[in-house]
Nanobody
Framework: QVQLVESGGGLVQAGGSLRLSCAAS????????VAWFRRTPGKEREFVAA????????YYADSVKGRSTISRDNAKNMLYLRMNSVKPEDTAVYYC????????????????????WGQGTQVTVSS
């Protein structure tokens, strides 16, 4: 089991920045590819960014590429997402997730590949 708890959500003005954090506990965090997803009402869960278990490979959705950075601190069991130049369309509940298989990045952009999920943190971007 991997337990995940997100923090850092809230109200942000368009054009500003946000930084989300995800604290992990349980099984060895450093063995798992982890990611951020987001969901808005009436829509499917959307991939945002992922980082491989070793931290050497990152993946980004086109919608956030170039203005977002995913990072992890395996010593602290922490995952982060920094997003700049936020837009109203970034408004969503953001979830961190850990892949179902350790030491793998297969399906890193696919929600179904993730077994462990946090409860989510609301981000609202005001225009």
């Amino acid at each position: 089991q991997v337990q995940l708890v997100e923090s850092g959500g809230g109200l942000v003005q368009a054009g500003g920045s946000l930084r989300l954090s995800c604290a992990a506990s349980g099984r060895t965090f450093s063995s798992y590819t982890v990611a951020w997803f987001r969901r808005t009402p009436g829509k499917e869960r959307e991939f945002v960014a992922a980082i491989s278990y070793g931290g050497t490979i990152t993946y980004y959705a086109d919608s956030v590429k170039g203005r977002s950075t995913i990072s992890r601190d395996n010593a602290k069991n922490m995952l982060y997402l920094r997003m700049n130049s936020v837009k109203p369309e970034d408004t969503a509940v953001y979830y961190c997730a850990a892949l179902g298989l350790p030491r793998s990045s297969v399906g890193a952009q696919t929600p179904g590949a993730y077994l462990y999920w946090g409860q989510g943190t609301q981000v609202t971007v005001s225009s």
